[in-house]
């Protein structure tokens, strides 16, 4: 598939997220409440009496005093522990990925350096999907430079510069719309065209022949799995 027919096939999606969120921006308000009578947002109901806890369901309250989703409840992998360790805090964490757009929180993750230049158009001026990617829902399995540091120099030398090659390799990680851990199983449509295959559960997540390292990452627009290869799509896997 040419790049000049993934790029559209990027546009089209994003665009349709957008519609849909115009589409649903109105949907699910409170209608207005009668004359003497008190709005539920505003009865002063404390957490524990709406059944909501801050300690329960992954929920955490943040400053404001709403309740939001604590980045870290469904993460599932044998390296999330170490990556918390390793970036406890700041924009690289996962708690600061999840506020930042998916090529802003990669470009801070210290295991994403080589997949951020890929995707930003440094490794090649004419493959640049960042502002694509941000503007968009999307699952994102993201190889960690141990992965890419595995491909044969000349053989990723050559990726590089064959911007056609490069973006199939890229959109083959990239599938439409956030899937949790508990919702990715199965075989997916990637934005490159063809199918990944993600089988196993939990610790054992398996994306075609890669491993999980971390997933289940929430950044402001994706969902990001780490993984230990980078994925070839069939297509190119066949011609060697």
């Not at 699910?28 to 004359?35: A, H, V």
């Not at 491993?211 to 190119?236: E, F, H, R, S």
Request: net charge negative; hydrophobic share 40%.
């Amino acid at each position: 598939m040419s790049r000049s027919t993934i790029l559209p096939r990027l546009g089209i999606l994003v665009a349709t997220a957008a519609l849909m969120s115009a589409c649903s921006g109105g949907m699910g308000e409170d209608p207005p409440s009668s004359e003497g009578e008190q709005p539920a947002a505003t009865q002063g109901q404390s957490a524990e009496e709406g059944g909501m806890a801050s300690d329960g369901g992954g929920m955490a309250s943040d400053d404001g005093g709403e309740m939001s989703m604590d980045p870290a409840a469904n993460l599932v992998g044998p390296g999330c522990a170490d990556y918390a360790a390793m970036v406890p805090e700041g924009a690289g964490s996962v708690a600061g990925m999840a506020q930042d757009p998916v090529s802003v929180a990669a470009s801070n993750n210290p295991m994403l350096t080589t997949l951020t230049s890929a995707i930003s158009g440094e490794l090649n001026p004419e493959v640049d999907l960042a502002d694509t990617l941000d503007g968009g829902e999307f699952t994102v399995f993201a190889p960690v430079d141990d992965a890419f540091a595995a491909i044969p120099e000349p053989d990723l030398t050559a990726l590089a510069g064959d911007s056609e090659g490069l973006t199939e390799v890229l959109t083959y990680h990239v599938v439409p719309g956030q899937l949790s851990p508990d919702e990715i199983g199965g075989t997916l449509t990637t934005v490159e065209g063809e199918d990944v295959e993600v089988t196993g559960s939990g610790d054992d997540l398996m994306v075609g022949d890669a491993a999980v390292i971390c997933g289940g990452v929430q950044t402001q627009n994706a969902t990001v799995y780490l993984i230990d290869t980078v994925l070839m799509p069939p297509a190119m896997a066949e011609q060697g």
